[in-house]
Every structure is written in structure tokens, then in C-alpha cells.
């Protein structure tokens, strides 16, 4: 994964809170739930959705590479970076990925 673990949940975490202070985010707190647990659930599938998202896009980037590598010639630089982001935004588009 690009990013580690630690700075993803740091990520998930400030999401919820600017969107839970930006008066975004809509949830009901279980009754009877202690303080913070509710945050800890709506943080954790947030955190899980960001990591879900992040193996997508390393899918997505291996078969790129696989699609590259089947070119006669080998591609270097620019080049090879314009044909990266052309197939990979094309495998994104027919597979419903948003980039």
C-alpha cells in the first residue's frame, strides 16, 4: 500500500472530524453506547473504505504495468508515463473507477 497504515487512519480520522464539525456527516448514536464509540465505528469504516480504495488502485496499476509490458519496445520517461495514465484512466473508465 502507498500509504501506510497509521497515516490512513489518521486520514479516516480527520475526514470524520471536518465533516462531523462541517455538520456533513448524519448518524444516530446507539442508546445506552458510550461516549466515542459511535466515532470509533464511523472512523474504522471509513478507514476500511480508504485501504478498499487504495488496493483497487494498486489492481488497477498492476494490470497497467502488464499492458505495458506487452509493447515490442521498451518505454521510458514521459513517455512511458503518458501511456501509464492513457490505459490506466481507460481500464479505470471501462470498470466504473473514478480516479
Known amino acids: 500500500m502507498r500509504l501506510s497504515e497509521d497515516k490512513v487512519r489518521r486520514i479516516a480520522e480527520r475526514l470524520h472530524d471536518e465533516l462531523a464539525q462541517g455538520n456533513l456527516l448524519a448518524y444516530r448514536e446507539s442508546v445506552g453506547a458510550?461516549?466515542?464509540?459511535g466515532r470509533a465505528a464511523r472512523v474504522k469504516a471509513i478507514f476500511d473504505f480508504i485501504v478498499e480504495d487504495l488496493r483497487r488502485e494498486e489492481e488497477l496499476d498492476a494490470e497497467v504495468e502488464k499492458v505495458l509490458a506487452t509493447y515490442s519496445r521498451e518505454i521510458k520517461g514521459?513517455?512511458?508515463d503518458i501511456l501509464f495514465r492513457k490505459h490506466k484512466e481507460e481500464l479505470a473508465r471501462k470498470k466504473g473507477y473514478i480516479l
Do not use: N, W
Not at 34 to 37: A, D, F, N, R, S
Open 34 to 37: 458510550k461516549t466515542g464509540v
Open 78 to 80: 514521459t513517455e512511458r
